[in-house]
């Protein structure tokens, strides 16, 4: 069935190269179409030519991708790739960029995500997201993670939230550390500290997705073997997108991975296949380091 | 030689040095194959010979012109023999030597006046010469002797950063020195006052009338010096403003520093900031004459008395003026917050306003508390919209329709006018501006405690 979707992508898009007349542009869609698996059948998030355009440049080109539940799909590629930008996407961050436009079709279990009628609160209650550098809100430990289940009212009792907060801080790892110092400031803690609390912060609002966005580039690593781990026990639960520039870390900790190259998406395909038996001839390139 | 002239030959003689200077050290790098041979850059070993060559002999004129005066007029004075033995006299006398030798006296001099002012002229031209020689001295031998150390490995730029540093030195402390001059002198009338009225009265007396009997037998002018009229007035007027400007420059701020779109941002910001560019004498006339009588108006239709001048008015007008001060600094602190907090407040599903009002503000706090207590200071030391709205009448009053008055208008008031200024009605001035430097200081130093506090439970 993904092979058959993947055909009407493709024509789809010669089709629409053919409209406008562009030579140009079939040829180059014909090196950068994607190649390899970009479909699943248990797909939890469902993005169908997306493009996305920052002002008059176009950032994102017709990219389609499949992430499916309860699966860790990595993002690699170079700089400027436009990897981070397909994954703000996801939860609608682009919206904060003054003259970003997102156009194609994305659902996250079928519902769309972008439209009129979406409220982007809940979408992004369900679509969680990790940053690049840790971002800790200048309040207490304890403030930072039952921030997120105070404004969406899920719960409102100190037990509830003392729970929350428990549960939250032990499944990122973070709990043994900071149990005797809740009412510290998040700020103070360590780099590695700082984003096991973001993505406590990020789980206690019970999300279905988690984006991470580099989330280890600026820790070191031990704290960066410590948050991999982390993602491998939360796959049980949760369906996670991570963007990476370390592609030891995206054979790590995912199950397929998608090679950016330019805004377009070269290649999708099981971690494994990617890492020894690249389909395409930029990502190889790109894996044995030839640039990027 | 004319001081001007002196001037201009002083400055032509720098820049002969600083040109002699740069191109030995230009001729020195050619000869040596290339400027990475010298110890400092041609434009420094100019800078040095100027400096040698006009620092002191700039210096020397500026004593010069100081002192002139006086040690010529002491060395006429000394040469008088039978001298008035009052300083009052002394001055006649002397103020007599310097017309004649200008030839504005007319009669008949005394021959013991007309050799002092013979005096006086040849004082004065010897010294005109005297200051010319040694300025043109100095300035050319110490220009020489700077040309002449030159060499290569002169390590002129240390010694020019090394006098320039002084020279901002000296800058920062000539404005330290004046702010605690200012102190002192207002420190000194404040305790002649408090000589002759207590502080007690001065700081818990509840009446306010600061009428001091010019004559013994004067009638009806006993003074009285309570100031706590006055602090209540600017208390009154300052909240009244903050509770004005704290609000709507702290929500300007907010729109324009989170929910503004770039275009109204640009076109915005300017246009509140042209309300700091208003003179505050254009306030007070706006206050007295538009908003005063409105109020009187409103408060009359309502069925409640209102003084024609009155705390709400000048406390709304003061408030407005102050809302670009309290915006344009919340802003940039609200800019200053770092972007990723907002994004991680949005991707935890916030809106924007739960984002604003729990993370941007909270992280915000500290710059924007110090800026209300900076505002506030400035609310309380305003005067020209008082002055013109708020009334001379020491009322001590709640009620904001009445007309108060304030530390800073009775400020103006007992120095506008001709004053005795050994009087404690002059002095009061002294008091009242004491207080205000004192309450100011105090404010500032909460203000830097409360960031403080609050940086380093975030930080």
């Known amino acids: 069935m993904s092979t058959m979707t993947l055909d009407a992508a493709e024509r789809t898009e010669s089709a629409r190269s053919e409209l406008t007349g562009k030579k140009v542009a079939v040829s180059q869609a014909e090196v950068r179409k994607t190649v390899g698996q970009p479909f699943s059948d248990t797909a939890k998030l469902r993005m169908r030519d997306v493009n996305v355009f920052y002002g008059e440049s176009q950032a994102i080109h017709n990219v389609s991708l499949d992430i499916g539940r309860n699966e860790v799909v990595a993002m690699i590629g170079p700089s400027g790739c436009g990897k981070s930008t397909f994954l703000r996407c996801l939860n609608r961050m682009n919206d904060t960029i003054e003259g970003c436009r997102v156009e194609g079709e994305l659902s996250l279990d079928g519902e769309p995500i972008y439209g009129a009628k979406v409220d982007v609160v809940p979408l992004r209650a369900r679509v969680g997201m990790v940053f690049q550098k840790p971002n800790p809100f200048p309040k207490t430990i304890y403030e930072n993670v039952v921030y997120g289940p105070k404004i969406h009212g899920i719960a409102s009792r100190r037990a509830d939230l003392d729970e929350i907060v428990e549960n939250s801080l032990r499944r990122a790892g973070l709990w043994n550390e900071v149990k005797d110092r809740l009412d510290k400031p998040g700020t103070g803690l360590s780099g590695g500290q700082q984003q096991r609390l973001c993505i406590a912060r990020a789980i206690a609002v019970s999300p279905e997705v988690i984006l991470m966005d580099e989330p280890c580039s600026a820790l070191d690593p031990i704290a960066t073997a410590r948050i991999e781990e982390l993602i491998d026990e939360l796959r049980e639960n949760y369906t996670i997108a991570i963007v990476t520039h370390s592609m030891q870390q995206a054979a790590r900790v995912s199950q397929r991975t998608a090679y950016f190259h330019l805004g377009h998406l070269v290649e999708v395909n099981d971690t494994e296949t990617v890492f020894t038996n690249p389909e395409h001839e930029l990502t190889e390139a790109y894996i044995t380091g030839r640039f990027g | ?459």
């Open chain 2, 1 to 459: 030689m004319q001081t001007p002239t002196l001037f201009a030959l002083l400055l032509l003689l720098i820049l002969v040095a600083y040109g002699t200077g740069f191109s030995r050290a230009l001729s020195a790098a050619r000869s040596r194959g290339g400027l990475r041979n010298l110890a400092s850059l041609p434009s420094y070993h100019g800078l040095f010979a100027a400096l040698w060559c006009g620092l002191p002999a700039l210096l020397l004129l500026g004593a010069w012109l100081i002192f002139d005066d006086a040690i010529i007029r002491f060395m006429v004075m000394h040469s008088i023999a039978d001298k008035p033995d009052t300083i009052a006299g002394q001055n006649l006398l002397y103020a007599q030597i310097q017309n004649l030798s200008a030839g504005h006296l007319i009669g008949e001099a005394s021959p013991q006046l007309q050799s002092a002012a013979e005096h006086l002229n040849q004082l004065r031209s010897n010294a005109n010469t005297l200051q010319a020689f040694l300025i043109l001295v100095l300035a050319v031998g110490l220009g020489a002797f700077a040309l002449l150390r030159f060499s290569p490995e002169l390590r002129a730029r240390e010694k020019v950063e090394k006098v320039l540093r002084v020279i901002l030195i000296t800058c920062a402390c000539a404005a330290i020195f004046t702010t605690v001059g200012i102190l002192f002198s207002v420190l000194f009338e404040s305790l002649r006052f408090f000589q002759s009225v207590p502080v007690s009265e001065f700081l818990f007396g509840l009446h306010w009338s600061p009428q001091m009997a010019l004559r013994a037998d004067q009638v009806g002018s006993s003074g009285a010096f309570g100031a706590v009229p006055l602090f209540t007035g600017t208390l009154m007027v300052s909240a009244i403003a903050m509770l004005v400007a704290v609000p709507v420059g702290l929500m300007a701020a907010i729109y324009l520093a989170e929910y503004a779109s770039k275009r109204v941002r640009n076109v915005a910001k300017p246009i509140i900031e042209i309300l700091a560019g208003v003179p505050t004498v254009v306030y007070g006339f706006f206050a007295a004459l538009t908003v005063a009588p409105f109020i009187r108006e409103l408060a009359t239709s309502v069925g409640l008395q209102a003084s024609s001048e009155s705390a709400l008015a000048a406390g709304l007008v003061m408030g407005i003026m102050i809302i670009p001060f309290v915006s344009s600094l919340s802003d940039d602190v609200i800019n200053a917050v770092p972007q990723s907090l907002r994004d991680g407040a949005l991707g935890l599903g916030s809106t924007q306003s739960e984002t604003v009002r729990k993370v941007v503000i909270p992280a915000a706090l500290p710059g924007i508390v110090g800026g209300v207590l900076l505002a506030v200071s400035r609310a309380i030391g305003e005067t020209m919209i008082v002055v013109m709205a708020a009334g001379l009448a020491a009322n001590l009053t709640a009620n904001p329709l009445e007309s108060v008055t304030t530390v800073t208008v009775q400020i103006v008031t007992l120095l506008v006018g001709d004053q005795e200024f050994d009087s404690p009605k002059t002095l009061a001035a002294f008091a009242l501006g004491l207080m205000l430097f004192i309450s100011t200081l105090v404010l500032n130093f909460i203000a830097l405690h409360v960031v403080k506090k609050y940086r380093e439970q975030y930080d």
